[in-house]
């Protein structure tokens, strides 16, 4: 069975420094993976997405990840924190067809000004 | 391109009581999955929903059930509420087969509370 692991529940960055979400995934074969994000109340949003072909994804807000599958990492970067990334962020895996998501345990992005 | 609505946005109910949870999908998508998020978890499988057939379930016991429409509308039932039900229950649309495998567009959820 596939899923993810996210390190570190809560994280706290200074507005404009370096953000650093890590997510290890365990499957026998390389997943599909996601990272999504949530604000207060609200659902979750697709931030970018690793299905095949380039390592290093791109997604919107400025965030990218990269994936390492001799690492079975998927962490999660972006170059400059603003203070509207806090929110909280959920690694996921998925596969084709079935579609079904698993989700890590998400973690929570303070930015401190 | 309409979004995915989700109703009531809040409830609350009592202990032994039964809830119906409703979701409308995203325009073009004919898939629905459920996912229920208690208070500082990742969302967690329910079950999903592909042309009025569920099409999955995780872990979760026959008391929840499901049921898709001709217009890919979904609910989810919850009989003999339990404590533990009190959540934020969310749908996620998406489309099979798909160039986009796994990509989830999400409603904002149903948060019940259960005493």
């Known amino acids: 069975a596939q899923s993810v692991t996210q390190l570190g ?32 109340n609200q659902g979750l949003q697709l931030l970018l997405k690793y299905t095949t072909g380039a390592t290093l994804v791109k997604g919107i807000n400025g965030f990218e ?9 998927f962490h999660l970067t972006k170059p400059s924190a603003h203070m509207s990334d806090a929110a909280e962020y959920f690694c996921a895996s998925g596969r084709g067809g079935y579609q079904k998501v698993t989700f890590g345990t998400g973690t929570k992005l303070q930015v401190i000004p | 391109e309409t979004g995915v609505t989700q109703s009531p946005t809040h409830l609350i109910k009592t202990r032994g009581q039964q809830v119906t949870l409703r979701c409308s999908s995203q325009s073009g998508h004919n898939t629905v999955s459920w996912y229920q998020q208690a208070l500082g978890q990742g969302p ?10 569920e099409n999955g379930r995780g872990n979760f016991p026959p008391r929840f059930s499901g049921l898709q429409f001709p217009n890919y509308s979904s609910e989810l039932n919850v009989n003999a509420l339990e404590l533990d039900d009190s959540a934020l229950y969310l749908c996620a649309s998406s489309l099979i087969p798909s160039r986009q495998p796994g990509e989830l567009f999400f409603g904002e959820g149903s948060r019940l509370t259960v005493l």
């Open chain 1, 9 to 40: 529940s809560h994280v706290s960055v200074s507005e404009g420094a370096l953000v650093l979400l890590r997510c290890n995934y365990s499957s026998s074969v390389p997943p599909y993976l996601f990272w999504y994000v949530q604000y207060p």
């Open chain 2, 44 to 53: 967690q499988f329910i079950f999903q929903y592909y042309r009025e057939e």
């Open chain 1, 65 to 73: 990840a990269e994936f390492k599958k001799s690492e079975t990492s």
